[in-house]
């Protein structure tokens, strides 16, 4: 038998957020971190795979090796199979790329002690340097480690610029910068894209691989955390497989970073969800807290076909623009999916219409007890007909646009009768295990990430979020993960 291991902290996930968190918790030399990662892990940043920083291509494709997948349904009699990214960087390492912040409007349904927009602001800049010039401005960065910058406009798709062009002569602002907070009110613009010289740069390559060689920090790879273990409520390390054998590692603060899918699910497996459902599993109950898993959102998206008639670019980044109009943000993807996803069947060319305020809210359980099986996720997508009329608004001005769009070959939108049976996700699956007062039956955490009932566990991911934000949430989760640390006492080193 091995020795046990001990650390200081252990953080479960090595995705967007666990990578800033082990990196900022590392910094200082007296505090052991070990961050235990499902997927593959690298030694530095040059280890890296082509397949994951080549920003032109998402590596989420049927027989991906960094990715893993869940089933899920969408709505009734909809089914889906859902790729998130299992690999050091986590769906950061394999997403579109695109980096732009939440409204302030969005922090409304956050906890206001210390998750104002006002509060967060100054994390969204210490998380990046913009390299577009807005740098001197206040609300941009210029010594963070997350690169952001826009495709300029001489450079851009003829799909995007015929796009904007269409979307400005129907009215519409345009917006220099989508990451200022007035591009909250709507409007077309650049997105701003996390990615450098055609590099995606994942949080992993910003914050993590440049400081693997620290002492006090481990970075295990191929490790999945199975569950945790507890001395009446205090946590006092994890269970975990790695090659197939069961081993345990103790800490006294464990800081969950799986995700918002797999993180309910470590929780669910260590006894703290549904005390009913834990049950009938054979789970000993550890705290009964019926949020975990329950309540959920994403961004429904629908997609309309359009017959561009323009050469595909090999190089562009998936989106390049977005319209904001009312509650959907149109997206002029710049290739058909299979372009850009290996192994995905023939398709049309799309433009996608995300509907970014959904009342729909969906929920994750168990199916086993065995870590290797996917949970079942449930969304229930467009159950409101507030939700279905504005998904069909979205996609009539979709067309319009396109219409009017000056594009050098035949538009069209040929469509269903039907639009929502074009049903897909936009894969921001948040609010899992969500933060919130304590009056709230459903949220687990309190306002610093911490799991009301125990002691010793944190939950930094977007698990965390209380809503998604109307905005794509790779930027927030970031940002969010910054902030969270600095709630734990520890501000960055300078
Ligand atoms: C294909 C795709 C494209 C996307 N495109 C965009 C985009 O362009 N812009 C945008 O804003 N958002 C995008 N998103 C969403 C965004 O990338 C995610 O919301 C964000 O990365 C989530 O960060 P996270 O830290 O919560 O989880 P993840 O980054 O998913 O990290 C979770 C990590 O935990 C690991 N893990 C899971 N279970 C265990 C376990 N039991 N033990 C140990 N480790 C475990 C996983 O392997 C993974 O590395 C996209 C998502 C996907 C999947």
């Known amino acids: 038998m091995k020795p046990i291991e001990f650390a200081d902290v252990v953080v479960v996930g090595g995705g967007s957020c666990g990578s800033v968190v082990a990196a900022r918790l590392s910094e200082n030399p007296d505090r052991s971190v070990l961050l235990l990662e499902a997927g593959p892990t690298f030694s530095g940043v040059a280890d890296v795979p082509a397949a994951l920083v080549d920003a032109s291509m998402l590596p989420v494709g049927p027989g991906s090796e960094w990715v893993g997948t869940y089933g899920a349904e969408l709505a009734p009699g909809i089914g889906r199979t859902i790729a998130r990214g299992r690999v050091l960087g986590g769906s950061g390492a394999v997403n579109g790329g695109y980096f732009v912040r939440a409204t302030p409007g969005d922090f409304d349904a956050w906890p206001q002690s210390v998750w104002s927009f006002d509060q967060v602001l100054p994390y969204y800049v210490r998380s990046e340097t ?167 959102s994403d961004h429904p998206e629908i997609t309309v076909p359009v017959a561009t008639g323009n050469d595909p670019s090999a190089t562009s980044p998936a989106l390049e623009a977005v319209l904001h109009a009312g509650d959907v943000e149109i997206r002029p993807y710049t290739r058909r999916f299979d372009q850009l996803i290996h192994g995905l069947p023939r398709g049309p060319h799309v433009v996608g219409v995300g509907l970014m305020r959904s009342a729909g809210r969906g929920s994750i359980a168990l199916r086993s007890t065995d870590p290797f099986e996917a949970p079942e996720v449930r969304y229930r997508y467009l159950e409101s007909e507030g939700d279905r009329r504005a998904m069909r608004e979205g996609v009539e001005l979709t067309r319009e646009l396109l219409a009017s769009a000056r594009l050098s070959g035949e538009v069209a939108a040929p469509g269903t009768d039907d639009p929502l049976s074009a049903l897909g996700t936009s894969l921001h699956l948040s609010s899992s295990a969500k933060m919130g007062p304590e009056s709230d039956p459903v949220s687990v955490l309190d306002d610093h990430c911490r799991v009301r009932g125990v002691e010793g566990l944190l939950v930094i991911d977007t698990s965390a979020f209380p809503v998604v934000p109307s905005r794509g949430p790779h930027a927030t989760a970031i940002m969010f993960a910054e902030r969270a640390v600095a709630l734990m006492g520890v501000e960055p080193a300078e």
């Open 130 to 296: 913009d390299i577009d010039g807005c740098g001197s401005s206040q609300w941009h960065g210029s010594r963070g480690p997350m690169p952001v910058a826009r495709t300029p406009e001489n450079a851009r798709h003829p799909l995007t610029a015929a796009f904007v062009d269409s979307a400005v002569r129907a009215g519409f602002r345009m917006y220099e910068d989508m990451n200022a907070p007035d591009a909250a009110s709507g409007g077309v613009g650049a997105v701003p894209l996390n990615i450098r010289n055609g590099t995606r740069v994942s949080a992993a390559l910003a914050y993590l691989l440049p400081i693997t060689g620290r002492n006090n920090l481990r970075v295990q790879g191929n490790t999945t955390v199975a569950s945790l273990m507890f001395k009446g409520t205090r946590v006092i390390g994890v269970e975990m497989i790695v090659d197939g054998v069961r081993r345990i590692v103790r800490s006294d603060t464990v800081i969950l970073s799986a995700g918002a899918v797999h993180t309910p699910a470590v929780l669910l497996r260590s006894g703290i969800g549904c005390a009913d459902d834990a049950v009938a599993l054979g789970i000993s109950v550890t705290v009964d807290s019926p949020g975990v898993g329950h309540g959920f």
